[in-house]
C-alpha cells in the first residue's frame, strides 16, 4: 500500500472518529491532518496543499454540505463526505454539490481506505488526461469512441455509448441518475427514469457477463450508477 | 304538595260523560262506556275520598241551613238563594264535581223547603218558587263545574311542573355524572320515586347491582328474572320492553338500558297495577330510561376518546424515546466499529491469529448491535408513519442484487440459488425501502436454517405481479408461530434458542412492502420443513403510470 505521501484532512468535531480514521489513513499509508470545525478546516485547506478531504456533515460551526459549496467554489480537491444521514436525496444533493464519494455511518475503515483510493486515482488520471479507460474486460478509447470487450468491439448505439462515456469519465464516482438523464437525453428528460434503466440494461446486456448480476455497470440504490474500478475492487473487504 | 294521584285522572272522565253524543241512540258499546262510568262512580263514591265528598257535601247543606235558620230567628232575611253557591263553590274546589252537585242539589232542596215562602213546604205550588230553584240549580251547576275545572286545572299544571323539576334534576344528574355508576344510581332513585316502587338494575354479567328504594325486603318475582335473564341473552339485536306479570298484580317492564349497547345491562321497574294511568307512566319510565341509555353512551365514547389519546401520546413518547436512545447508541457505535475494522487491518493483529479472532469478534458483534440498532429506527419510523415511500420505475434485480450484497457475510458459507428473468422488468418501487425488505427476508432465512443448507432467491413474472420468493431449508413455522408472524417483535419458541435478534425483521419487511404497494406471504410445510417468503409487487399498468 503506497500512495505515496499523500495528505489527508479529516474534518470531524468528534474526536473518536477522528482518531479511528486517523489511524487507519495512517495504515493505508497517508498523511493525516485533522480538522474540529469548518473554520479550521478551511483554514486547513487554505495553507498546506491537500489531496483528499473526508468531511463530516455534522459541524458545530458551519454546516457539512455549505462547507463544500465553499471548498468547491475554489478548490477541486476530492472530497469524501461521512453522515450518518443515509437518505438517497441527501446523497443525490452532495453529490450534485461536488461531492466525490459518500460513506454512511458507521462505516467500515476498509470501505473509506477503497474509496479514498478510487478517488485519488480518479484525480491523477484527469491530471494525466489519458485518452482510453481500460476496465477489467472492458475498454473505452475516448478518441476514437469505441468500446472494446475482451479485444471484441462493442456495437453500441450513440445514446449507449454515451451514457458509458459519461460514467468512464469519471470511473468509481456515482453518477446521479437526473445528472445521466440531464446529459444523454436533455434538461426536458430528467425525470424519465425509466429511459435510463432500459438503456443500463441494453448496455448491460452488450457489456457484462450476466445483467442480472453486473460487475462493471453497478447501480447505487436511489442515487444512480457508478462504473466499478478494478482498483477498487482488489481492495481487501473486511471478511 | 302531595297529588292525590287516584283522583286526578277520573275527573278527565267525568268531562267524558257530560259530553255525550246527542243523538242519545243505545248502542251495546255506549252502552258498555255508560255502565264502565257508573263503574267508576260507584267505585269512587265507595273510596274514602268518595264518602268524604258526599259527607262533607250534605254537612255543608245542613251547616248553611242552620246558619240562615239561626240567622232567620233574628231578623228577617231578604232571599239568600245565593248563600248556597257559597257550599257549592267550597264542596268544588275541595272534592270536585260530583261534591258540588250533590251540595247544588241539596242546597236546592233545603232553599225550597226552609226559605221559599211558605216556609216547611215542598212542592211546585208557585211559579216563582220553582223558577227560583231551577235558576238556582243552574247557576250553582254551572259554578260548581266551572271551579271544579279551574281546580283541575291548577292541578294538572302542578303536576306537570313537578314533573318537568323532577325531570330537569334527574337530566342535571345524569348530565354531570363521570361515571356509569352515578348515572345508575340517579336513575335508579329518579325512577324510584317516579313509580314508588321497585327498581332493580341488571349489569351485563347479569348480578344484581342495585337494590330497590322501597320495599327493600321483598323478593324479586321469578318471572322478572327471567325476563331478564332472556333479555340480555337477546342481546340489543331487536331488543325491546316487556311488561310481565310480577304476581300480586303488580306489572314489571324489563329493558335493556341502551338499545345501541348491551354493556350497560338491563333495567327492571315494578310498575305495580295496571291501571288507567299504567301506558303513561310506562312511555314516561321509558323515556327516562332512554335516556339515561343515551348519557351512558356518552360516557363511554369519551372514556373510549380519551383512552385513545392516552395511548397514542403514550405510543408518541415511546416513539421519540427509542429514536433517541437510538441514535445516542449510534454514535459510540460508530466508533467501535470503526475503530475494529482498523483494528483488523493493522499488521500487529493480522499477524497474529489470536488477537485478528478477536477484532473480528468484536467487528462482528459491533456490526450486528448496528443492525438492530438500525430495524429499531426502522421500526419507530414505520411506526410513527414517517415511511415516505419514493415511488420510481427500477429494475428489481438492482434491489436484489444489492440485498444479497448486504447480507453476503451471512450467507457467505451457503450455496445461494438466485434466478431472476432474462427480460428487463420495470417496476415502480422504491428500491431502498424494497433492497431492506428483501435483506430481512435474507437474514431471517440464513438465521432459521443450518448454515450449509442452500438458500434459494427467485423472481419471476407472475399475472399482474412481480413476485419475488426466498426459500430455505430450515426450522419452518408450526401452525401457533404463522398465526403470530408479521407480529411486531414476533419471534417463534425455537427460534429464540436458535439465534439473537428483536423479532422485528418480518414486520419490517411488511411494512417496507406494503409501501410499495405489494404483499408478502410465508409459507411453510411446518416445523424444520423450511419456509418461503414471497413478495409480490404490482406490475404497474402501462397506461396509468406514464405521466
Known sequence: MTDGDQHVLIIDDEAQIRQFVRAGMELGGYRVSEAANGNDALREITLHPIDLVILDLALPDIDGSELLERIRAWSGVPVIILSVRAGETEKVKLLELGADDYVVKPFFMSELLARAKVVLRRQSERKDGESALRLDRLVIDFASRTVELEGKRLNLTPKEYRLLQVLAQHPGKVITHQNLLKTVWGQAHVNNTQYLRIFVRKLRQKIEADPNRPKVLLTELGVGYRLNDPTARDQNRLE | ?547
Open chain 2, 1 to 547: 304538595m302531595s297529588i292525590d294521584r287516584s283522583a286526578l285522572p277520573l275527573e278527565g272522565v267525568d268531562d267524558r260523560a257530560r259530553s255525550r253524543p246527542a243523538d242519545g241512540s243505545l248502542t251495546p258499546a255506549l252502552a258498555k262506556k255508560y255502565f264502565d262510568y257508573a263503574r267508576i262512580w260507584i267505585r269512587k263514591a265507595m273510596a274514602p275520598g268518595g264518602v268524604t265528598r258526599l259527607v262533607m257535601a250534605l254537612v255543608f247543606i245542613v251547616g248553611t241551613d242552620a246558619f240562615l235558620l239561626v240567622m232567620r230567628y233574628f231578623q228577617e232575611l231578604p232571599p239568600v238563594a245565593l248563600t248556597f253557591l257559597i257550599p257549592v263553590a267550597v264542596a268544588a274546589i275541595r272534592w270536585g264535581t260530583l261534591s258540588a252537585a250533590i251540595t247544588a242539589f241539596g242546597g236546592a232542596a233545603t232553599l225550597t223547603y226552609f226559605f221559599y215562602s211558605p216556609f216547611y213546604t215542598t212542592g211546585p205550588d208557585s211559579r216563582s218558587r220553582v223558577l227560583g230553584v231551577v235558576v238556582f240549580l243552574i247557576v250553582s251547576l254551572v259554578l260548581g263545574y266551572l271551579v271544579a275545572r279551574t281546580r283541575r286545572d291548577a292541578a294538572r299544571a302542578l303536576k306537570r311542573e313537578n314533573e318537568i323539576r323532577d325531570l330537569y334534576t334527574f337530566s342535571q344528574r345524569i348530565s354531570s355524572a363521570h361515571t356509569p355508576a352515578g348515572i345508575f344510581e340517579a336513575m335508579q332513585q329518579h325512577l324510584g320515586t317516579l313509580v314508588g316502587r321497585k327498581v332493580l338494575l341488571f349489569d351485563s354479567l347479569g348480578t344484581l347491582e342495585a337494590k330497590s328504594e322501597r320495599l327493600g325486603d321483598v323478593g324479586i318475582p321469578k318471572t322478572v328474572t327471567e325476563a331478564v335473564d332472556k333479555t340480555q341473552a337477546a342481546g340489543t339485536v331487536g331488543s325491546k320492553d316487556i311488561v310481565v306479570d310480577g304476581g300480586r298484580g303488580s306489572a314489571w317492564l324489563v329493558r335493556p338500558v341502551s338499545t345501541n349497547t348491551a354493556d350497560f345491562g338491563v333495567i327492571a321497574v315494578d310498575l305495580g297495577r295496571r291501571s288507567e294511568v299504567f301506558d303513561d307512566l310506562r312511555a314516561r319510565v321509558v323515556a327516562l330510561i332512554g335516556d339515561a341509555g343515551l348519557s351512558l353512551e356518552r360516557l363511554g365514547l369519551a372514556r373510549t376518546i380519551s383512552e385513545a389519546r392516552t395511548r397514542a401520546e403514550t405510543e408518541q413518547f415511546r416513539e421519540a424515546l427509542i429514536g433517541s436512545v437510538s441514535h445516542e447508541l449510534r454514535t459510540p457505535l460508530s466508533s467501535i466499529l470503526g475503530a475494529s475494522t482498523v483494528l483488523a487491518l493493522a499488521p500487529e493483529i493480522t499477524g497474529n491469529s489470536r488477537l485478528k479472532k478477536l477484532a473480528a469478534l468484536i467487528h462482528q458483534e459491533s456490526e450486528r448491535l448496528n443492525v438492530e440498532i438500525q430495524n429499531i429506527l426502522d421500526a419507530s419510523r414505520i411506526s410513527s408513519n414517517g415511511l415516505q415511500a419514493k415511488l420510481e420505475w427500477a429494475e428489481p434485480s438492482d434491489f436484489v442484487n444489492a440485498a444479497l450484497q448486504r447480507c453476503r457475510n451471512r450467507l457467505a458459507s451457503r450455496a445461494v440459488e438466485v434466478t431472476l428473468p432474462e427480460e428487463l422488468v420495470l417496476l415502480r418501487i422504491d428500491s431502498v425501502l424494497m433492497e431492506r425488505a428483501l435483506g430481512q427476508i435474507l437474514d431471517n432465512a440464513a438465521k432459521y436454517s443450518s448454515p450449509e443448507s442452500a438458500i434459494s432467491v427467485r423472481g419471476h413474472n407472475e399475472s399482474g405481479h412481480f413476485a419475488i420468493s426466498v426459500a430455505d431449508q430450515g426450522a419452518g413455522l408450526d401452525a401457533n408461530d404463522r398465526a403470530l408472524l408479521g407480529q411486531k417483535f414476533f419471534r417463534g419458541n425455537r427460534h429464540s434458542q436458535v439465534t439473537s435478534g428483536l423479532g422485528l425483521g418480518f414486520w419490517i419487511a411488511s411494512a417496507f412492502v406494503a409501501a410499495n404497494n405489494g404483499t408478502i406471504e410465508a409459507v411453510s410445510e411446518g416445523v424444520n420443513r423450511g419456509m418461503t417468503v414471497t413478495i409480490r409487487l404490482p406490475l404497474s399498468m402501462k397506461e396509468s403510470d406514464k405521466d
